[in-house]
């Protein structure tokens, strides 16, 4: 694995120690259930200057801080912490996630839980590794999965058709999750803990470490109804351990999500 990738994993090992203070301020963002903490900044902030120094010329797109357009061929895609809520209510699932997105493609994902003290790492074509220990997506077909999902949070008006496809998959395969953090339920399915992802409105800091993740692990992970991995906006993420199963989901969540339901861009 490339020594830029190792030591950007040992960065995101050290943010983690940004997300331990139980002394911080709460902000709400935007809509009801959306909050940003002292600590979400704090991290972000050590982050962007910290790995823009591992590549010259790369920049970082963050969720706390994304007001530009990226043209660079290396960018940084950060969620400083993933499932803030979970992490505001202390429920110990929460990380922080960096992608690092080359020539439009997610190319590298590392994804840490400092709760659990585990750190996925990936490489295009270098493979998906847990705790030094390579991983891989699960065997097990779609009436034996677990799906990973959630209601579209922060943007309730597109909940109904969400609720419909995952009642339809749930009665179709073993069992659902929604856990609140969409970068480590992705690391799931990369480490053959889940098999199957939907989520209707992703933004790239929650899925380009996980996409990075997936691929290398055997996965299949895609935006849908676009092209690529967008950097300026939403979309609607599926992912699973094998295409069988990928095919059978898509079918599923087209069939209720014809087209993306709304047109935002970041910024
Ligand atoms: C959210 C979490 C949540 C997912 C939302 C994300 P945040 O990220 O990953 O699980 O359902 O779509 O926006 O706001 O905690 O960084
Ligand atoms: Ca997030
Ligand atoms: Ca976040």
Same mark, same amino acid.
């Given at each position: &694995? ?7 994993? !040992? ?8 997300m ?9 963002k ?13 991290? *972000?902030?050590?982050?962007?200057? %910290? ?7 790369? $920049?970082?797109?963050? $969720? *706390? ?16 912490i ?6 505001i ?7 922080? #996630? ?6 439009? $493609? ?17 490489? &295009? =074509? @270098? =493979? ?16 034996? #999965?677990?799906?990973?999902?959630? &209601? ?11 609720? %419909?496809?995952? !009642?339809?998959?749930?009665? @179709? ?25 939907? *989520? ?9 470490? =996980? ?7 055997? =996965? ?26 990928? $095919?059978?989901l ?13 047109d935002? %861009?970041?910024?």
């Amino acid at each position: &694995m490339d020594q830029v990738i190792i030591k950007a994993a !040992e960065i995101v090992r050290q943010a983690g120690k940004l997300m331990d203070s139980s002394d911080y301020e709460i902000e709400q963002k935007g809509n009801m259930s959306n909050y940003v903490t002292d600590a979400d900044k704090a991290v *972000e902030a050590f982050l962007t200057e %910290r790995l823009t120094g591992l590549i010259k010329g790369s $920049e970082i797109l963050g $969720e *706390e801080n994304h007001h530009r357009i990226h043209t660079v061929s290396d960018v940084w895609v950060v969620d400083p912490i993933d499932g803030t809520s979970n992490f505001i209510r202390g429920i110990g699932f929460s990380g922080i #996630s960096v992608g690092l997105v080359r020539d439009g $493609e997610p190319y590298a994902g590392i994804i840490f839980n400092p709760y659990r003290d585990e750190m996925f790492v990936s490489e &295009m =074509g @270098q =493979g998906a590794w847990l705790n030094g220990k390579h991983i891989t997506v699960s065997d097990r077909d779609f009436s034996h #999965s677990h799906l990973c999902s959630a &209601m579209c949070l922060y943007d309730k008006r597109y909940a109904a058709p969400c609720f %419909r496809i995952i !009642e339809e998959i749930y009665m @179709q395969s073993d069992d659902l999750r929604r856990m609140g953090t969409a970068s480590l339920e992705l690391a799931l399915v990369a480490a053959g803990r889940a098999e199957l992802y939907f *989520e209707m409105r992703l933004f790239p800091w929650d899925a380009a470490a =996980g996409f990075a993740l997936i691929r290398e692990a055997g =996965g299949i992970a895609e935006c849908l109804h676009c092209e690529g991995f967008p950097l300026d906006r939403p979309f609607p993420v599926i992912a699973a351990n094998n295409r069988e199963s990928f $095919e059978k989901l898509k079918e599923i969540v087209c069939r209720h999500v014809p087209k993306v339901p709304y047109d935002e %861009r970041i910024g």
